[in-house]
Structure formats: structure tokens, C-alpha cells
């Protein structure tokens, strides 16, 4: 168990429609990085959060939006859902800022399918 | 081509037997993780290194920064082991290898 909490596991939904996916860090990590992971794609860092304050932005569609709220824990938006959405989103989180050699810790994923 | 290159896609060996997994970069970076995935989807980080060698347990993770190049082995491989082991590289954010897929048979 890394600490690092993710709902909800599963999520089936439609196309066009919008989800909000919830993610809390350990305990004492100011950072949270989003990650999808998609059969055809591979994992890839969608965009990172420090202390409430994006920080990097990776491959990130404008559809989909985050935010990190003054606890900390941070919540990833995704709408106009389309078919290709459909993958597992990770959140991992580490004490500080990348760059500072940081380890991430993983949560164990949200696995979205688009209908 | 791809930031993050690992050798080989596929990988089957006999319980016991010694393993190595490569991981080639083409990017300026502060840091190479490892990372396991297991079947169920759960990522694992095993190692993040910056220079020389990390050991942990029956795993060791090795890094030349000149070359670009890490690799990662298992020593004494256990079917506990298959998984997929991911190659990840920081310049500022995260750059992923496509994985390599690990099958310890009995």
C-alpha cells in the first residue's frame, strides 16, 4: 500500500459525458502527477500539482482539467468524453517538486471506460 | 523514435535464472525510475537513481549517464517477479518506456 488513494477504481460511462476523477496523496507529499495509461499509448504524465499550484503540464487534453484543493488531495475532470479516453489514470504524489530527486508513490488507478 | 527505448519488449525465463532489462534515453535528465506494474495494474516503484548502482534485495538498478543507458536486474528471478518493468526518465516531468514484460515460469 503506497499511501496514496484513488476513487473511484472503476468508472463506466458514455461518450459526451463528464467524470471527475479523486485522488489524495500520502500524508506529507505537496505534490500530485496525473498519469494515463492507454493500450495504444503507453503511460504518460498528464500534469503535476504542487502545494495548489500546477507546476508541469504533459499531454494533456483541453477537455480534461485538474485542480488540487487546500487538503491536498486533488481531483482530475475529463469531458466530452470520447471512446479513445478509455484507460487507466494514475495519481502518484511525492514530498516536494521534480527536480528535487523525489520518489513517487503510486495509487492503485481509475479505470475509465468510455461506452 | 522514442525519448525512452527498452530492450527487450518481451522477456520468459526459468525460475532461478539471472535477468536484465535495458533502458536507452535520448533527453538531458535529473532522474531514471523503475517502475513494476503488476497484472492486476498496480505501479510499484522499485528504484530512482541519479548516478552509480541501487540495490534492493534481489534487484539491482544501474545507471551511466554518459552513455544514457540504465539497466535493471533480478537475481535469482522468482514467478513472483512477472510483471511489467517500466523505464521512466525526468528531465522536469515524467517520460515513460513502452515496458517490458517479464514471465518467470516455474
Known amino acids: 500500500d503506497s499511501g496514496v488513494t484513488q476513487t473511484p477504481k472503476h468508472l463506466i460511462t458514455a461518450t459526451g459525458q463528464r467524470v471527475t476523477l479523486r485522488c489524495s496523496p500520502r500524508s506529507g507529499d505537496l505534490s500530485v502527477y496525473w498519469y494515463q495509461q492507454s493500450l495504444d499509448q503507453g503511460l504518460q504524465f498528464l500534469i503535476q500539482?504542487?502545494?495548489?499550484?500546477?507546476?508541469a503540464k504533459g499531454n494533456i487534453l483541453e477537455r480534461f482539467s485538474a485542480q488540487q484543493f487546500p487538503d491536498l488531495h486533488s481531483e482530475l475532470n475529463l469531458s466530452s468524453l470520447e471512446l479513445g479516453d478509455s484507460a487507466l489514470y494514475f495519481c502518484?504524489?511525492?514530498?516536494?517538486?521534480?527536480?528535487?530527486?523525489?520518489?513517487?508513490?503510486f495509487g492503485p488507478g481509475t479505470r475509465l471506460t468510455v461506452l | 523514435k522514442n525519448e525512452v527505448e527498452q530492450s527487450p519488449q518481451n522477456l520468459t525465463a526459468q525460475e532461478g535464472e539471472f535477468i536484465t532489462i535495458n533502458c536507452s534515453y535520448s533527453?538531458?535528465?535529473?532522474?531514471l525510475h523503475w517502475l513494476q506494474q503488476h497484472p492486476g495494474g498496480g505501479i510499484v516503484s522499485l528504484f530512482m537513481?541519479?548516478?552509480g548502482k541501487k540495490k534492493h534485495g534481489r534487484l539491482i538498478a544501474t545507471i551511466n549517464i554518459q552513455e544514457k543507458h540504465s539497466s535493471l536486474h533480478i537475481t535469482a528471478s522468482h514467478p513472483r517477479d512477472s510483471a511489467v518493468y517500466i523505464c521512466?526518465?525526468?528531465?522536469?516531468?515524467?517520460?515513460f518506456g513502452a515496458g517490458t514484460r517479464l514471465t518467470v515460469k516455474p
Open positions: 533527453v538531458g535528465i535529473s532522474a
Open positions: 500539482y504542487y502545494n495548489g499550484e500546477e507546476r
Open positions: 537513481l541519479s548516478s
Open positions: 521512466a526518465v525526468r528531465p522536469n516531468d515524467m517520460r
Open positions: 502518484a504524489s511525492s514530498v516536494g517538486l521534480a527536480g528535487t530527486y523525489n520518489e513517487q508513490f
